[in-house]
């Protein structure tokens, strides 16, 4: 029997690691991580779109280790603030990676703003950028997903990651509706987020991907 097709998911962050995983192993694909190929090269996230920065970090990894890699860039745009924290959500605050930090500073800027006016539109969305390269470094597919959801005044959830315990999902139509993104487990939370539907997206379109899921 020939061995499971690879996919190198460049991508140091566990939460979204085991999000994608979760979708692409049942497919029959080996996914495997930095750490399972001796680590990948830095790269500088420094693109005005999460597409740019995705599409950065699978060329980079892709061409480091000669194998299909594939990145995800994402995260929340809120309206009151003009789209951000954007592509900065990680490190809104100054310290990637600094959940509390982050949330913090985005409701103190929420807040500043209501004092300004009444009626702060409180809309937000979440964003997933995902990018799929060839092993010689070139984008063989990219997709985006989004969610809508509204800002809530104060964390709410055990689960979830970075501004999960603050993003109550808002879209009509779905059991999770009116829900806060870390109050769902995996499987709920994947079936409406912006990864879950940019993953479905991916996953729709893998067969034309010559040479992937063949092994080559």
Request: glycine fraction near 12%.
């Amino acid at each position: 029997m020939s061995p499971a097709p690879r996919i190198l998911l460049a991508t140091n962050n566990a939460h979204k690691r085991d999000e994608i995983a979760a979708l692409l192993t049942p497919l029959g694909l080996d996914v495997v991580v930095p750490r399972d190929v001796g680590g990948l090269p830095d790269v500088v996230e420094d693109a005005d779109t999460f597409a740019g920065n995705a599409a950065k970090k699978a060329a980079s990894a892709a061409a480091a280790r000669g194998e299909w890699a594939l990145a995800d860039d994402s995260g929340l745009a809120v309206d009151a603030l003009g789209g951000a924290p954007g592509v900065r959500s990680a490190r809104y605050a100054g310290t990637h990676g600094d959940d509390a930090a982050n949330n913090a500073k985005v409701l103190a800027e929420l807040a500043a703003l209501a004092e300004q006016r009444k009626g702060v539109d409180r809309g937000a969305r979440f964003v997933c950028a995902l990018a799929l390269a060839a092993p010689d470094g070139s984008i063989a597919l990219a997709v985006e997903g989004e969610t809508r959801g509204v800002m809530l005044r104060e964390p709410r959830g055990d689960g979830g990651f970075g501004y999960d315990p603050l993003f109550e999902f808002a879209e009509p139509g779905h059991a999770q509706t009116g829900r806060c993104f870390a109050e769902l487990t995996r499987p709920e939370k994947g079936a409406v987020s912006h990864r879950g539907r940019a993953l479905a997206k991916l996953v729709e379109r893998l067969p034309e991907i010559a040479g992937l899921l063949d092994g080559r």
